[in-house]
């Protein structure tokens, strides 16, 4: 039995794994000021970060949860492994022979179980690439070159081939010192009727590599038409191996994913190959499951998404039914990234991998630039399939639909979605729509309808109705600054629509001091039923003002109302800045920032005219 670590061998191990560079290989981190970095802790879920290291004392520790700890610790409670398999594995990277107490370097296999079952994948990996070569593999090759592969394109990406025999591997890792139960333990054989076997037979081979680069399983193509397999094999869940939490391409693309703050998650190993081949380096895909909440536990470390919406998440799918339904799942877990989500579907139904055959390298990055938000193409897809040329469809798409805007947790973000829903199917009756998500979704969650409540006033909208019944009641207390007001300032339907009412009728400066004849010529102009009711609802409604007082409470309200649209558009340049590198887009960095000035001096001329009156 092996003896214990000398302890210089373990401060030599400590002195070579600087801790921000190996927990760097599993989360992104940020400077936090004071010689300390900050991250999104892989130990539990949190919003912002509250993971610390501080590289200068080799500590790290979670604000959120608690743990601590130096290098070592960090590799334990990342990887499962005890103290000596923690050391055995920092020894590895840092290239250190270890030697123990009882005796010399301890041999391999006397090592951890999983340093044991790496050096076997790693092994393995070696084993398929070489055989790519071989005159059995030349299915293999025409299918990488059918594909626009080229040698060094499987060579950078490890592809190798399986030999269409029932011992190969198994022979080979045997040969190097390994035993049975460590080959099927890690997934690499399967116990036969005679004796072990190799699971990956005639198959095209993918290595499937952690963060950190080390191969922890294989995804495996046919390729043979005597193969009565699946047409993709996976290595099984393994001490090494869960399907649930590995992205194949996470290697290569978490540098580029936390540059960037983007990740685009594709179908397919040839998918990931060709987003990278044409310049999108962030793909990654799943193996062989579904993309779930434990991949978006592994992209939230490197993304480091938090409150300022500041990433983005891209999923690509296939145009076709299938792939609709592969995006609406997605939608299922968008709400758990902080990030913003988008899908990207090529019209023609081509995935990436053929999209690069036909069209070339541009196309893939054209593909993933025109991304769309995933609510709006779960929404669009959804009523996509009604004729909404009738009442009746128009009805049963808002019925379909109304479900995906219903769970929306953002309120502001569902409310503007049920406005665009409304536009979709054409109805122009926002209230209408909201009150049909409302009754939909109670109906599906199993609830009582209950009688529509009165939901709570936005205040663009409260400041935008007062706007409006000064208008009607009190024009010449607004003046030229109303009939100034750009067509979007009123951002609710119906307020949209007295404004046109209120212009057509010649604006508040033909208007006098309003009284009877003024509000007569509005409804002359209204020829909607909802906008007639608002004109007299805003005629007779009282304003929230004593008389003496109303002159600098409509100066207020305009004030208010002019500033809403400047405040919309500082949010909107703001977002677009967010998404920009300020050093590869200065152009349009500086551009954007110089908007964002004159915005914001239009503001406080605007709260200043509001605070003075």
């Known amino acids: 039995m092996?003896?214990?670590?000398?302890?210089?061998?373990?401060?030599?191990?400590?002195?070579?794994?600087?801790?921000?560079?190996?927990?760097?290989?599993?989360?992104?981190?940020?400077?936090a000021g004071g010689g300390n970095l900050k991250g999104l802790c892989p130990f539990h879920d949190e919003k912002t970060p509250s993971f610390n290291v501080t590289p200068e004392r080799g500590m790290f520790f979670c604000f959120g949860c608690g743990e601590g700890g130096d290098v070592i610790t960090f590799v334990e409670k990342i990887e499962h492994l005890s103290f000596t398999e923690a050391v055995?594995?920092?020894?590895?990277?840092?290239?250190?022979?270890?030697?123990?107490?009882?005796?010399?370097?301890?041999?391999?296999?006397d090592h951890g179980e999983r340093a044991r079952l790496i050096e076997a994948h790693r092994i393995a990996a070696e084993f398929y690439a070489e055989k790519l070569m071989s005159p059995e593999a030349a299915p293999g090759r025409r299918f990488l070159s059918e594909r626009g592969f080229?040698?060094?394109?499987?060579?950078?990406?490890?592809?190798?081939?399986?030999?269409?025999?029932w011992e190969a591997l198994t022979r080979h890792l045997l040969g190097r010192g390994f035993t049975v139960?460590?080959?099927?333990?890690?997934?690499l054989a399967r116990e036969g009727r005679r004796g072990p076997i190799d699971r990956f037979r005639g198959r095209l081979i993918w290595p499937i590599r952690d963060a950190t680069g080390d191969v922890i399983g294989f995804g495996a193509r046919k390729l043979l038409d005597s193969d009565d397999g699946p047409k993709y094999l996976n290595t099984p869940d393994s001490p090494l191996y869960k399907k649930s939490q590995v992205l194949y391409g996470i290697d290569l693309a978490k540098r580029e994913i936390s540059k960037r703050a983007q990740a685009v998650i594709v179908e397919g190993y040839t998918d990931v190959m060709a987003c990278h081949l044409a310049g999108v380096p962030t793909a990654v895909a799943t193996c062989g499951t579904s993309f779930g909440e434990e991949h978006i536990k592994v992209l939230r470390r490197f993304l480091l998404d938090q409150a300022e919406f500041r990433g983005e998440v891209i999923f690509t799918f296939d145009g076709d039914e299938a792939?609709?339904?592969?995006?609406?799942?997605?939608?299922?877990?968008?709400?758990?990234?902080v990030t913003q989500t988008y899908v990207a579907v090529q019209s023609d139904g081509l995935d990436p991998c053929d999209l690069r055959?036909?069209?070339?390298?541009?196309?893939?990055?054209?593909?993933?630039?025109?991304?769309?938000?995933?609510?709006?193409?779960?929404?669009?897809?959804?009523?996509?399939?009604?004729?909404?040329r009738s009442n009746e469809g128009k009805i049963a798409a808002l019925d379909a639909a109304a479900p995906i805007v219903a769970g929306i947790k953002d309120a502001g973000l569902r409310k503007r979605y049920a406005i665009d829903l409304d536009r979709w199917l054409g109805f122009m009756d926002e209230r209408f729509v909201m009150q049909r998500i409302s009754e939909v979704s109670g109906a599906q969650q199993g609830r009582r309808r209950r009688a529509p409540q009165a939901a709570p006033v936005d205040p663009s909208a409260r400041v935008e109705g007062e706007l409006l019944k000064l208008a009607v009641q009190r024009p010449a207390l607004l003046g030229p600054r109303f009939d100034a007001l750009e067509a979007d300032a009123f951002t609710t339907p119906e307020h949209a629509a007295l404004h046109r009412v209120i212009m057509a009728a010649g604006g508040v400066v033909s208007a006098g001091h309003g009284g009877r004849e003024w509000v007569d010529r509005l409804m002359e102009h209204a020829h909607e039923e909802g906008t007639r009711a608002l004109v007299t609802r805003f005629a007779v409604e009282p304003i929230h003002a004593d008389a003496h007082a109303e002159e600098r409470y409509a100066n207020d309200i305009m004030a208010a109302a002019e500033a809403m649209p400047?405040?919309?558009?500082?949010?909107?340049?703001?977002?677009?800045?967010?998404?920009?590198?300020?050093?590869?887009?200065?152009?349009?960095?500086?551009?954007?920032?110089?908007?964002?000035v004159a915005l914001e001096q239009r503001r406080r001329v605007l709260r200043d005219r509001l605070a003075g009156g």
């Not at 055995?88 to 296999?109: D, K, T, W």
């Not at 499987?154 to 025999?165: Q, S, W």
């Open 2 to 31: 092996a003896g214990r670590i000398r302890d210089v061998d373990i401060a030599l191990v400590r002195e070579r794994s600087p801790i921000a560079d190996v927990i760097g290989e599993h989360i992104q981190l940020r400077n």
């Open 88 to 109: 055995e594995r920092l020894a590895q990277r840092a290239g250190i022979q270890l030697q123990y107490e009882q005796g010399g370097y301890v041999p391999r296999r």
């Open 150 to 165: 080229e040698r060094a394109d499987a060579e950078k990406f490890g592809v190798g081939y399986a030999p269409a025999e």
């Open 181 to 187: 139960d460590e080959l099927v333990k890690g997934g």
């Open 323 to 337: 792939g609709q339904k592969a995006a609406l799942r997605a939608f299922a877990d968008e709400q758990k990234f």
């Open 357 to 388: 055959v036909k069209q070339g390298d541009a196309a893939v990055r054209d593909l993933i630039a025109s991304r769309e938000p995933l609510f709006q193409f779960a929404i669009r897809s959804t009523i996509s399939r009604y004729d909404l």
């Open 566 to 596: 400047v405040d919309r558009a500082i949010a909107q340049v703001k977002s677009r800045i967010q998404r920009l590198n300020p050093v590869e887009e200065q152009q349009e960095y500086n551009k954007l920032f110089g908007e964002l």
